[in-house]
């Protein structure tokens, strides 16, 4: 068999995976500008602040679930008072009642 | 031959105490019972006194000396071949019955032929007198009785199903009734609950009501009469210890690799999450492509025409030939986008799931589908939280409305009696992370398209539980979901109508709550008495 040719590149063809990469590249040049760190560092305050971020999430998080909490604790607190001023008040209404 | 044969293994408690425990036997208003008593050789001279006492004043107290001592189990085994009743209790000789107690149980006994195994509520009695936490249960559930003794006292079950089953066991002290009953229930007919306490736990130092560290013993046998009953039982699974004492995690081995499709129904929407903008679609790909570790998944978006630019490119990167894109081009109605997604699924489970969602859990996928391969469950759940690390998903609780049980309480909250820390059966799941087996789904025609935005995985829930299949939720398996915490939902009356219509008994009765709680919370606060 005849060895097959490569396929030839023209006008016509498709962006390849690498020209993606490559337009990418560009892309994220004329972003930082010319120096090449600037990417890395600036990358890497994009995740400090995000992981400060997460941070302040979890922690404000955590209060307003610990307010949950009490929030249930004071329901149940309340249920009880209500409970125990029924229960004194209950009998004083059967003394009244046999008073009059 | 008496109704109820209650056996009580008696060493050397204080003599009121004693008293205290046949007190409430002997106030039974329900009077065909009789109390088997052994006696483990007391060192105490006043329990043979007192037990003789009892016995010469009524009949209905038997009682045995065992010469030697021999242990709770030993003793428990022996009381049980004194029983002649139909039915058998267990009953600790420093702990107190309700005078209602047999009554209640013979309530349920009387029309239910079946019954094998019955539990009620409990509390305990605090050393200075006062009845305290009370334990309100649910109803039968499985897999949380895998997770947790949650049934403890009052237990009843039928003599002649302990007796097949081989009575108490050496090798499980301190959890030999954890280790009865798994082996009971396992071959129960009916397994029914009261709602109400009939029994005093009794704290005394030692005791594991009052201090979870006492009997570190106990847990570990706990933890084999567990991994015993897995094995029993056919589940291939390895039975570990639960993040609290007396909580315990079966984790269980995946049968084959099945496929499982996830459909995502999605907009393409973005918004900032944890400071950075997030295309949800993009990052949900990203976190089940690079995260979760189960690869035998396809992945089928189902996205509103057209899609925001770039976002179809994207996921073609992140998931290749494993994506499936699907098209929409409807007003919006939740259920038929998910309806058109599980029409082009090809596995035999579906997780359905929203696009806000990031995996926390790299193995989320194998622990559902651990539990989905029990025969009878048809769907399971995971644990969901906000950005903020709070609950967002832990459980429906059908409480006379639907709510998400404990919404808003910390991640790590363990819920009334650890039951956020348990594996366990619930009344329904949210749709934002389902796993749902294909024929199931099938079977009861998906997510009723007339709830377009709300309250279609409660219809779906109600829909599967009430062809009888049972739907789990499980503790570790952790996404968080990034619902809006200040969202208003903006419920279709039309929508709730069709709920009220079609479900409004098991709203007002979820089987895995309890009636002692107050209605129309997400959580478990009891009601005032």
Redesign the interface.
């Known amino acids: 068999m005849p060895p097959t040719s490569e396929p030839s590149t023209s006008d016509t063809a498709q962006p390849t995976d690498a020209d993606a990469l490559q337009a990418e590249v560009t892309r994220l040049r004329e972003l930082v500008g010319p120096d090449e760190a600037a990417y890395t560092s600036l990358k890497i305050e994009l995740w400090a602040a995000r992981d400060s971020a997460f941070g302040a999430e979890m922690a404000a998080g955590e209060l307003r679930g610990q307010v949950k909490v009490l929030e249930g604790q004071l329901a149940q607190a309340n249920r009880n008072r209500r409970w125990m001023v029924e229960r004194i008040k209950a009998p004083l209404r059967r003394v009244k009642a046999i008073l009059r | 031959m008496a109704r109820y044969s209650i056996l009580t293994p008696v060493y050397d408690p204080p003599e009121d105490v004693l008293r205290a425990c046949l007190e409430s036997v002997a106030r039974q208003t329900f009077q065909d019972w009789e109390h088997c008593l052994v006696d483990d050789a007391s060192t105490q001279p006043h329990v043979a006194r007192v037990l003789e006492e009892y016995a010469a004043k009524d009949r209905r107290f038997k009682v045995k000396r065992r010469a030697a001592n021999g242990g709770i189990i030993a003793a428990s085994q022996d009381a049980l071949e004194l029983a002649t009743g139909e039915f058998v209790c267990l009953l600790d000789h420093d702990d107190l019955l309700t005078k209602d107690a047999l009554f209640e149980v013979d309530l349920i006994a009387s029309t239910d032929p079946s019954l094998d195994y019955c539990y009620s509520d409990e509390d305990y009695l605090s050393p200075d007198g006062k009845f305290i936490n009370p334990f309100h249960k649910p109803d039968w559930s499985p897999e949380r009785f895998r997770s947790q003794m949650y049934t403890g006292h009052f237990s009843v079950a039928r003599r002649d199903l302990v007796i097949e089953v081989g009575g108490f066991r050496t090798g499980y002290e301190g959890s030999q009734d954890y280790d009865l009953v798994l082996r009971v229930t396992e071959k129960a007919r009916s397994v029914r609950h009261v709602a109400k306490i009939l029994y005093h736990w009794r704290m005394m130092p030692e005791s594991v009501a009052q201090n979870a560290e006492a009997k570190p013993w106990a847990y570990e046998a706990g933890r084999r009469a567990v991994q015993d009953h897995c094995d029993r039982t056919g589940r291939r699974a390895t039975v570990v210890d639960g993040v609290v004492p007396g909580v315990y995690r079966v984790q269980r081995e995946i049968e084959g690799e099945p496929l499982v499709s996830v459909v995502i129904p999605t907009r393409g929407s973005s918004a900032r999450v944890?400071?950075?903008e997030r295309c949800f679609i993009v990052e949900a790909v990203r976190s089940l492509v690079e995260r979760a570790r189960y690869t035998n998944i396809e992945i089928i978006v189902v996205m509103d025409a057209p899609a925001p630019a770039g976002v179809i490119e994207k996921l073609e990167r992140l998931a290749g030939d494993r994506l499936k894109i699907v098209w929409y081009d409807k007003p919006f109605n939740f259920s038929e986008k998910v309806n058109l997604g599980a029409a082009h699924a090809s596995g035999e489970l579906m997780l359905v799931l929203n696009d806000d969602i990031e995996v926390e859990t790299p193995d989320f996928i194998e622990t559902m589908i651990g539990l989905i391969q029990e025969g009878d469950v048809a769907m399971v759940g995971a644990k969901l939280l906000?950005?903020?690390?709070?609950?967002q998903h832990a459980g429906h609780l059908y409480n006379h409305d639907p709510f998400h049980a404990y919404f808003?309480?910390?991640?790590n909250?363990l819920g009334e009696s650890s039951v956020l820390a348990c594996q366990r059966e619930t009344s329904g799941v949210t749709a934002a992370c389902a796993l749902v087996k294909m024929s199931i789904w099938n079977e009861v025609g998906g997510l009723t398209p007339e709830l377009a935005a709300n309250f279609n995985d409660v219809d779906l829930s109600l829909k599967i539980r009430a062809k009888g299949y049972r739907i789990l939720w499980t503790p570790y398996a952790v996404l968080y979901h990034f619902e809006s915490m200040t969202r208003i939902p903006t419920v279709n009356l039309d929508e709730l109508k069709v709920m009220r219509e079609r479900w409004a008994t098991p709203l007002k009765n979820d089987p895995y709550h309890n009636p002692n709680f107050?209605p129309l919370?997400d959580?478990w606060?009891?009601?005032?008495?």
């Open positions: 944890w400071g950075v906000f950005a903020d690390g709070r609950l808003g309480y910390p991640a909250h107050e919370r959580d606060v009891l009601r005032s008495r």
